[in-house]
Structure formats: structure tokens, C-alpha cells
């Protein structure tokens, strides 16, 4: 159990567009989600953290308007990376915690993002 | 101020040989612990945490690591290592009272015949 998937794996697309990003807990309810990037050869830094039915919490220094974090139901939460630019470029990973074991995190497999 | 130190950027190991992967933190609050491994285009797989209790905790793929309050550190081992556990490892630290997980800079594995 605890399995979260992330649609897609990888995604091309032009600057100036927008790019939406699915994180879903397949197996369990997710009432918190996490969204992560990670540079190459650097760890994960945490983007913001997403509540079921309630506005995300952003980490500083992440645009909240430029990375729009959605937590719709309590399987899933969306990512959109509005007008992307090619420094936009990176691995985004989300995570979710069990509804009723909030101590550990459970992870996606990941979404390389390119932007030419 | 929080933070998750794996001096170790790259290892290599022949196969069937014991492996050290190190970590060390800085947590103001009660440390939770984790070691999580991601394989190429995978995501991370949680291999053990420690939460509290008994300081020595056993994970899944025949990994162990070891609480040290003392040294502030939290050492990955396995005694004799397989091929397929190359991949890169990842320490972390959080706490119960707060979401916020901080990541080490990980450190990759790559295993020899």
C-alpha cells in the first residue's frame, strides 16, 4: 500500500506555457501533499505543502503565483507551472502523508520538466 | 537551523562487500529519521526511520542504520551489498509536530562486479 503516482513522467513544452502536473495517492487518502524539485546532482528542496480543501503553504522564495498547487479531493493535488521558462527546468516530485499516519512521507515517482 | 549532511557524494562498492552511507544533522526540535533510496526514474522508496526507541532500526532490503544522539548521526550500513541496490540515497529529517522534511544532498551508490 501507499502508492502515489504523478502524471506525466516527463513533459516538453515551449516558454510562455503552462504545464499542469497530477500527484495522486492510489491506495489511501492524502490529506496533506508535498511538492518537491530537485535540481541535478542536489537534494530535494520542498516547494510548498497542500492541505485537502484549503490553500497551499508556500516555502520562501516560491512564487505562489507562478506555481499553482491545487488540493482538490483527498487522492489528489495538482501542480501548474504557469508561463514556464527554461530556469523552470527540473525534476518536481510530490509526496503524501497517510491519512492516519502522518509521520512518513510517501513519494511519486517524479516529473521531468523541460522547457525550450 | 535545520540541516542533513551526507559528506559522501559518490561510493563505490564491489558487490558482496559491507556499505557505510553516512549522515549527520542539525534539528532543533526531536529528529525523526529516514534513509530513502531513488532509483534511475523512480521515485523515493523509504527504506527504514527512526522515530524513537531502540537506536539501532532495520529496513527493508537488508539495510540497517544506527541513531546516534551523541554524534548527531544516523549511518545507513548493509553487510554484503547486491548489484541492484546501486542507486542514489538520500537522508532526511523531520519531526511529528511539523510537515517539513530536510533532505541530505544524497549520496550515489554504484556497485561493482
Known amino acids: 500500500g501507499a502508492v502515489v503516482s504523478q502524471h506525466p513522467s516527463r513533459v516538453i513544452c515551449k516558454s510562455g506555457t503552462s504545464v499542469k502536473i497530477e500527484c495522486r495517492s492510489l491506495d489511501f487518502q492524502a490529506t496533506t501533499m508535498f511538492w518537491y524539485r530537485q535540481f541535478p546532482k542536489q537534494s530535494l528542496m520542498l516547494m510548498a505543502t497542500s492541505n485537502e480543501g484549503s490553500k497551499a503553504t508556500y516555502e520562501q522564495g516560491v512564487e505562489k503565483d507562478k506555481f499553482l498547487i491545487n488540493h482538490a479531493s483527498l487522492t489528489l493535488s495538482t501542480l501548474t507551472v504557469t508561463s514556464a521558462h527554461p530556469e523552470d527546468s527540473s525534476f518536481y516530485i510530490c509526496?503524501?502523508?497517510?491519512?492516519?499516519?502522518?509521520?512518513?512521507?510517501?513519494f511519486g515517482p517524479g516529473t521531468r520538466l523541460t522547457v525550450l | 537551523a535545520q540541516s542533513v549532511t551526507q559528506p559522501d557524494i559518490h561510493i563505490t562498492v564491489s558487490e558482496g562487500a559491507s556499505l557505510e552511507l553516512r549522515c549527520n544533522y542539525s534539528?532543533?526540535?526531536?529528529?525523526?529519521l529516514f534513509w530513502y533510496v531513488q532509483s534511475p526514474g523512480q521515485g523515493l522508496q523509504l527504506l527504514l526511520k527512526y522515530f524513537s526507541g531502540d537506536t539501532l532500526v532495520q529496513g527493508i532490503k537488508g539495510f540497517e542504520a544506527e541513531f546516534k544522539r551523541s554524534q548527531s548521526s544516523f549511518n545507513l550500513r548493509k553487510p554484503s551489498v547486491h548489484w541492484s541496490d546501486a542507486a542514489e540515497y538520500f537522508c532526511?529529517?523531520?519531526?511529528?509536530?511539523?510537515?517539513?522534511?530536510?533532505f541530505g544532498t544524497g549520496t550515489r551508490l554504484t556497485v561493482i562486479p
Open positions: 509526496s503524501a502523508n497517510r491519512d492516519s499516519h502522518t509521520d512518513t512521507q510517501y
Open positions: 534539528y532543533g526540535a526531536t529528529p525523526y
Open positions: 532526511a529529517v523531520g519531526a511529528l509536530e511539523a510537515n517539513n522534511l530536510f
